[in-house]
């Protein structure tokens, strides 16, 4: 054989080779990938069987951010004061305050109250679920923001008057809201979002009692 046909053969040869090589490599990669996605599957089916009601109480707690509801509110408060004796206002002794604001009321159920409420029924997860209750209600205190004021030497602004005046807006939206049927809304809401977040146990069926 010619020294040119050598050469020749032995590039033909190092080409095959480090073919071969890389399709091993590949068919290696693809072998470990393929073995890990069964492994996966496998972890998923034996998480699977082993829910608990422990296991779901975690997965509830962490989650109650998402399972709580929010109710918005914003509204303007005008506040009008004059100086008077007994009944009679005195003159030019009037101030005034306009001001807006902005709230949020949580409500939902206090999980603490749920522990010990659920249990396991073959792939039932049964929840006796707690009163739906308000569980906060709260101002912005960055989102005030005064309107208009006009203050008078003669009768000057109490330094205690508009976070009065705050406090009874928000006694006022709270029974609004109550008043539209927050708690009812609140309970379905809760009872969406639960059977929402146990989906992830994939063929449990959650009945509320």
């Known amino acids: 054989m ?3 046909d050598k050469g020749s053969f032995f590039k033909y040869a190092k080409v095959v080779v480090v073919t071969i090589i890389v399709m091993l490599a590949l068919m290696g990669v693809v072998a470990i990938v393929y073995v890990f996605k069964m492994k996966k599957s496998e972890s998923v089916v034996t998480n699977k069987s082993k829910v608990t009601v422990a296991v779901i109480e975690g997965t509830l707690e962490d989650a109650s951010e998402l ?9 303007i408060i005008d506040i009008e004061n004059v100086k008077k004796i007994k009944s009679i206002e005195i003159p030019f002794t009037t101030h005034k305050i306009k001001a807006s604001y902005s709230g949020r009321i949580n409500s939902g159920i206090d999980f603490n109250e749920l522990k010990g409420k659920i249990s396991l029924d073959g792939k039932k997860i049964i929840i006796a679920l707690p009163e739906v209750k308000v569980l906060s209600n709260t101002i912005d205190q960055d989102n005030i923001n005064i309107l208009d004021e006009d203050n008078n030497i003669l009768n000057p602004i109490k330094a205690d008057e508009l976070s009065q005046e705050l406090a009874k807006a928000q006694e006022e939206q709270l029974q609004k809201a109550l008043d539209n049927g ?5 309970k379905e809401s809760t009872k969406t979002a639960i059977t929402k977040q146990l989906s992830i146990y994939g063929d449990y069926e959650v009945v509320f009692k």
């Open 67 to 75: 399972i709580t509801q929010k109710y918005n509110y914003t509204g």
């Open 182 to 186: 927050l708690l009812d809304k609140a």
């Open 2 to 4: 010619k020294d040119e």
